[in-house]
């Protein structure tokens, strides 16, 4: 059955840039995302650059990749920076304790990282240890890596091999305060935060964005805790936000409990919606932190940074729990296109935003075979590549009109979700049918400019659960498509059952 929505876009009214920052990655020492994911070593029969494997890095590249997460996660506050660096044979190993308690041996390390954003052409966002480490730590990682000097940690860099600083925009001040990084208390961790960021200095040109531990998922009282402890939001505008800029936010999406998250491939139609639906709750979660952001910040000096976000599934089965080892279907492109939508809205505050994790593990771009190394681009990765016009462009209001909607959770799921953009004269619609039976027809009520050329690109797959392979890569792929006409007051787009739809335009 096909019913009719309407979508109003005023095209000549921008509102906040969407940063392509949203757009980021997350790379943990977790399971397979580093060691046989970014990092094969330089001996590895794989193509390598310098030990990194070069297939990952291109299609990284390819989705114009803006920024990488690092070292962790709940590892970050176990890991000590200088283990990383210096001979590889010679760098002491460690536990990593929270997954898999597999030993370390540290072989990627500081300059490797740096190496890898440098081969992506992806901003470092380094997070720092404050759940385990010290102050000096810290404040000595950040001086070894942007110090343009002969200071001892410039010094040390340069015995190491790299005579350059590097630049480092973006630095974690601790990760999950409240659980792995410490189980510390808001009011503990918001001193904690206001020191260890004194220490993380800008050095040279190096102008750092400090991201402090924010809350998880509807944790607001977190939030309102933190905001508290910044001097000055509500004076003058242009002043500077300190002593750090930014707050997190982590929030996962399941179907069930911790203790059985769901299947990420073997799924009724009702766990699809509720999957949607707790996708969809962003939308609130954003809203509800803005407002109490909002309240400390009426002129938006601090941002909010989704630093992990995504599906969290059981592990595939028969792989090692402590990897979180997933596959990705249909279901987690929505997923992602659901969570993007709402970054769109919410760009006023919403700088940064990075998916959990970039390689096999949870909700991955690129999953690669442990045996034959056979590299697989997951539906996810798709609506990253569909959606990369977005980047730096102004976001638009889409209204919305007549879309039905479905219960799920407690919560009513509306099963049209869409957002747009517009950047130099182009126009990106993006439009999801999570309906998973019936197709759907949109009218773009599209304002303010004529358009002069058009073109459409649908992901979908005949099953909810389709999922790409080794032996299947191309099952979800984007696709031109032809669903699309003039309309009255703008287009008509057709939106097949289960499907995401970009409409790219080009405006008068
Ligand atoms: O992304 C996996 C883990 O989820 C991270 O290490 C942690 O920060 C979060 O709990």
Not at 458 to 477: D, E, S
């Amino acid at each position: 059955s096909t019913s009719h929505v309407t979508a109003v876009i005023d095209l000549d009214l921008p509102g906040a840039t969407i940063s392509r920052h949203l757009y980021g990655h997350f790379a943990e020492h977790l399971g397979r995302c580093i060691y046989g994911g970014f990092w094969v070593g330089e001996g590895s029969p794989l193509p390598n650059v310098r030990g990194i494997r070069a297939d990952v890095v291109d299609a990284l590249k390819t989705i114009r990749i803006p920024n990488l997460r690092w070292p962790g996660g709940c590892f970050a506050d176990d890991y000590h920076w200088r283990d990383g660096i210096g001979p590889r044979h010679q760098r002491p190993r460690m536990v990593n304790s929270h997954w898999g308690d597999v030993v370390e041996d540290n072989s990627f390390g500081t300059h490797e990282f740096m190496d890898l954003c440098e081969l992506l052409g992806a901003d470092p966002y380094v997070s720092g240890n404050v759940g385990s480490g010290t102050v000096r730590e810290m404040s000595e990682w950040i001086e070894y890596l942007t110090r343009d000097d002969d200071s001892p940690m410039a010094a040390l860099r340069r015995n190491n091999g790299r005579e350059e600083p590097w630049r480092v925009p973006f630095w974690g001040i601790g990760n999950e305060a409240w659980g792995c990084g410490g189980n510390l208390r808001a009011e503990q961790f918001a001193s904690l935060a206001r020191q260890y960021s004194t220490y993380v200095r800008d050095h040279g040109e190096n102008r750092v964005y400090r991201i402090a531990v924010g809350a998880n998922s509807d944790d607001y009282a977190w939030t309102e805790l933190l905001m508290k402890s910044f001097d000055c939001l509500a004076k003058e505008p242009d002043q500077p936000a300190g002593p750090f800029q930014a707050l997190s936010l982590h929030h996962y999406t399941m179907t069930g409990p911790w203790s059985d998250k769901g299947s990420a491939i073997e799924f009724s139609a009702d766990e699809w919606y509720l999957a949607l639906a707790r996708a969809a709750y962003m939308e609130e979660l954003l809203t509800r932190h803005t407002t109490v952001m909002d309240r400390y910040d009426p002129y938006k000096k601090v941002g909010l940074v989704v630093d992990e976000w995504g599906t969290w599934w059981n592990v595939e089965p028969g792989t090692n729990p402590g990897f979180l080892y997933q596959q990705n279907t249909l279901r987690d492109a929505l997923v992602a296109s659901t969570h993007f939508d709402a970054f769109h809205r919410h760009a006023d505050r919403v700088v940064m935003a990075n998916i959990a994790q970039a390689v096999n593990v949870l909700q991955a771009m690129v999953l690669t075979d442990p045996d034959t190394g056979a590299l697989v681009l997951t539906p996810t990765y798709h609506v990253f590549e569909m959606n990369s016009a977005h980047h730096d462009a102004s976001a638009l209001t889409v209204h919305l009109r007549d879309v039905p909607s479905i219960e799920s959770g407690g919560r009513e799921l509306p099963l049209v979700s869409a957002s747009a953009s517009v950047k130099d004269n182009a126009a990106l619609v993006s439009l999801a049918n999570l309906d998973a039976e019936s197709s759907r027809t949109v009218a773009l009520d599209l304002r303010g400019h004529d358009i002069v050329a058009r073109h459409a690109r649908v992901l979908t797959a005949p099953c909810l659960n389709a999922h790409n392979t080794p032996a299947a890569p191309n099952a979800v792929a984007p696709a031109d498509h032809h669903g699309i006409r003039p309309h009255s007051r703008g287009l008509e787009v057709d939106l097949p059952a289960h499907s995401y739809v970009t409409v790219s335009l080009e405006l008068a």
